[in-house]
Each structure stands twice: as structure tokens, then as C-alpha cells.
């Protein structure tokens, strides 16, 4: 059962599409999600993957399903990945911005559950 010890999260300010993956981090080259529906576990682990990290990500809870915008991680899963993983997500931010035009771009919001 998922729950003691994991972190929520949930992505927000995707306004224009969905947050992108890397095809070459050390060229700077990005590429669009392309999976729809957007599942937020999906592209966590799809996004771990592709910057070197293993992290897998799920879409439950206590029993419960998350919406589509929000997924639990193992805190310590989580302890170990997140500066390399959160720097990456910093630098895919940019590049939306960059690629989209305007001042949004995707935010992870990140919380402690349990």
C-alpha cells in the first residue's frame, strides 16, 4: 500500500501544453510529451529516466487514484534524486518558455504525505 513515507506531487502552469522531455541534455534539445491523456506519473518516471535517475512514481494512494496532475514518489527515493532531478526540471523550464513564448512555464509543486 502506498502512503507512509511518500511525497505528493503535482505539476501546475502548463498552460501551454504539456511540459517537455529531454532528447539531448548536454545540446540543449527538448522534445514535447507525447503522450495524451497527460499522466503525471508517467512523465516523472519517463523524465527521471531520460536525465540518468531511476524513479518510479505512482498514481495511487491509500487506494485512492490521483488526478492525472499529481503522483507519489518514495521519500527517500525522492531524497536521493532531487537536486539532479529538480536542476534538470529547472533547465526544462527555460526551454518551455524559450519554445512557448511568455513567462509560464511548468512548476512541480511538492509536498510530504505520511
Do not use: T
Not at 498552460?15 to 510529451?33: A, F, M, Q, S, T
Not at 534538470?88 to 512541480?108: D, W
Request: proline share 7%; hydrophobic share 40%.
Amino acid at each position: 500500500e502506498i502512503g507512509a513515507g511518500y511525497v505528493v506531487m503535482s505539476i501546475r502552469k502548463c498552460e501551454r501544453g504539456p511540459p517537455l522531455v529531454p532528447v539531448d541534455l548536454e545540446e540543449d534539445r527538448w522534445g514535447r510529451w507525447p503522450e495524451e491523456p497527460f499522466s503525471l506519473p508517467a512523465f516523472l518516471r519517463y523524465f527521471a529516466q531520460c536525465v540518468g535517475l531511476h524513479m518510479e512514481a505512482y498514481d495511487r494512494m491509500y487506494g485512492q487514484q490521483l488526478v492525472p496532475y499529481q503522483a507519489a514518489v518514495s521519500a527517500a527515493v525522492w531524497g536521493e534524486v532531487r537536486a539532479h532531478f529538480l536542476e534538470c526540471f529547472r533547465l526544462q523550464r527555460s526551454a518551455y518558455r524559450r519554445l512557448n513564448g511568455g513567462a509560464a512555464a511548468p512548476v512541480l509543486k511538492i509536498g510530504v504525505e505520511g
